[in-house]
């Protein structure tokens, strides 16, 4: 049976800002370790997993990032995997698993490598409880020195609504400062509700695109 696609209109305001969308998003932090002198990222494979929203580009699943493992490489405080995937399964039919966040807690996910052909990122959530809640994107990373900095990039308010919806595609190779094809920057993407304001849910983190032509 195809599923109708919600129309997404959102705003995206620079780091610090709030983000409204009319179905869902959910807010995502970054872990990141730059590494300038390193190789760009190795290949992933990848997939078309947003053409049902226009999307068109290629994406890479962040490791274990539908949850079909469950916690197997995230670490969670407060959240849980739990049943309920996604309405689309972007990943794979049959999926049945989903992330859940509560209002005060925290999820990071494993490493991801981020450079200038796979600059951004792209998920599915939904907000599961309290009326005001916002879900906090932060990126921490590691400069020279090996101190580690954290910077906001958006906040996704509770203009959503309680279905899943689609976030816009996050650009992070922007915020981190890469501006040469052979930069890379490890990455951990870091969800964070706003303490006591409501509790998400997220599923199928994807990075966004492997390669343009």
Not at 77 to 105: C, F, H, Y
Not at 160 to 180: E, K, M, Q, R, Y
Request: hydrophobic share 40%; proline share 6%.
């Amino acid at each position: 049976m195809d599923m109708e696609v919600p129309d997404l209109p959102y705003v995206l305001r620079p780091r610090g800002f709030r983000v409204g969308f009319t179905a869902l998003l959910s807010v995502v932090a970054v872990f990141v370790v730059p590494a300038a002198a390193q190789a760009a990222c190795g290949a992933t494979p990848t997939t078309k997993a947003f053409k049902a929203f226009g999307d068109n580009n290629d994406y890479s699943l962040v490791p274990n990032g539908g949850f079909e493992a469950g916690a197997s490489g995230w670490s969670l405080s407060r959240s849980v995997v739990t049943a309920g995937n996604e309405p689309w399964s972007v990943r794979a039919a049959g999926d049945s698993k989903s992330l859940a966040i509560d209002s005060s807690g925290v999820a990071v996910s494993p490493t991801v490598c981020i450079d200038l052909k796979r600059p951004t990122y792209r998920f599915f959530a939904k907000r599961t409880s309290g009326s005001w809640g916002v879900l906090n994107l932060r990126v921490r990373w590691q400069d020279a020195s090996g101190r580690t900095n954290e910077t906001t990039i958006a906040a996704l308010d509770s203009n959503f609504g309680t279905g899943w919806g689609v976030s816009p595609a996050l650009n992070i190779a922007s915020l981190l400062g890469l501006w040469n094809d052979d930069q890379d920057v490890s990455v951990q993407f870091v969800f964070d509700p706003e303490n006591y304001g409501g509790s998400w849910a997220i599923d199928d983190v994807y990075v966004d695109p492997y390669a343009k032509g």
